[in-house]
């Protein structure tokens, strides 16, 4: 479906890609993540053909982006682009009037859109009487209204409560099981975790690493994550290390690699005569792999992990 080869983008001496390269299959959704300004915007624009590369290629169902590949995508940008004091459906009908639909079919797909999206009961209600969930709903309607073959999601939950989350996660997945082929750009590990296919891990503008979770999983040599709670860290550093525990510091949290399931007995037996406070388990996750991935050039020695200022939030990644 979109093939993207070489890419090339630079504002003066700042280079924003450097040859970045993937392709998103037909009817899948694949997740490209990423800190600001990775390059993940800056990807976007050159696909709706916002913006022009300076080397490389991007090619819809085998054609150069280009005016006649604009009708072929639909884009959810990160801001809800609505015009607050008109109804559901005169917004739905100004949008399908730029993609120039028919007049003919232009009620028929106001309708399809809002029923899509269970907003059906709120055609006639003004954006700006809506919740902030209602509002991402419409302006994914929006993006469907002219029928598009590719639909671009940035940052489609960010600022969403659960419940609305969880609404938008069921409509992405209905759009996928229609057969549409979907780019999502997420700051949120789960949500990328329960929707993508394969993921692309971009950072200054490279793509890093590209698979399917279990695939970039392997970047762990790990069966499970231990987190422990101690007040003599560098000896439980030494400790995990002689065992051949891998050590890491995700935020305030002590972790260690472990290449072996072991029952919570065998862990701390492991850690003989360090005074334990507390012990978690937990398994290997997307947040785990990407850190991993983002900060591979910055690690340092694993003796010196006490002191590194990764942080990782329980959904969403924070880089100091």
């Given at each position: ?116 999206v269970n907003l059906s009961d709120r055609a006639h209600s003004p954006v700006e009487s809506l919740s902030g969930g209602m509002q991402r709903r419409l302006s994914l309607a929006v993006a469907l209204v ?175």
């Amino acid at each position: 479906m979109l093939q993207i080869a070489g890419l090339c983008k630079a504002y003066g001496d700042r280079p924003l890609l450097q040859t970045l390269s993937f392709e998103i299959l037909a009817g899948e959704i694949y997740g490209l993540l990423g800190p600001n300004g990775a390059g993940k915007t800056t990807t976007i624009n050159l696909i709706c053909g916002l913006l022009n590369a300076d080397a490389g290629r991007i090619l819809i169902q085998g054609q150069p982006v280009a005016a006649a590949t604009k009708r072929w995508i639909g884009v959810v940008p990160q801001e809800n682009l609505l015009y607050r004091s008109l109804t559901c459906a005169e917004n739905l009908a100004f949008f399908a009037q730029i993609y120039g639909l028919p007049r003919s079919i232009r009620r028929q797909r106001i309708q399809a859109c809002l029923e899509a999206v269970n907003l059906s009961d709120r055609a006639h209600s003004p954006v700006e009487s809506l919740s902030g969930g209602m509002q991402r709903r419409l302006s994914l309607a929006v993006a469907l209204v002219h029928q598009p073959q590719l639909v671009i999601l940035d940052e489609p939950t960010t600022g969403l409560d659960i419940e609305a989350r969880y609404e938008v996660w069921q409509l992405i997945r209905s759009l996928q099981r229609q057969g549409m082929t979907i780019l999502l750009t997420t700051h949120l590990l789960e949500e990328a975790e329960r929707l993508c296919q394969r993921l692309g891990i971009l950072k200054q503008g490279q793509l890093l690493a590209e698979g399917t979770l279990s695939q970039l999983r392997q970047r762990i040599p790990a069966k499970e994550i231990v987190v422990l709670e101690t007040a003599d860290e560098a000896a439980a550093i030494e400790r995990g290390q002689q065992q051949g525990f891998t050590p890491r510091r995700y935020g305030s949290d002590l972790a260690f690699w472990i290449p072996e399931t072991l029952d919570l007995r065998q862990i701390l037996d492991c850690f003989a005569g360090i005074a334990i406070d507390s012990v978690s388990r937990q398994p290997v996750k997307l947040e785990h792999i990407y850190i991993e991935i983002t900060q591979a050039q910055q690690r340092r020695s694993p003796a010196a992990v006490s002191n590194e200022s990764t942080l990782i939030g329980s959904n969403q990644i924070y880089l100091s």
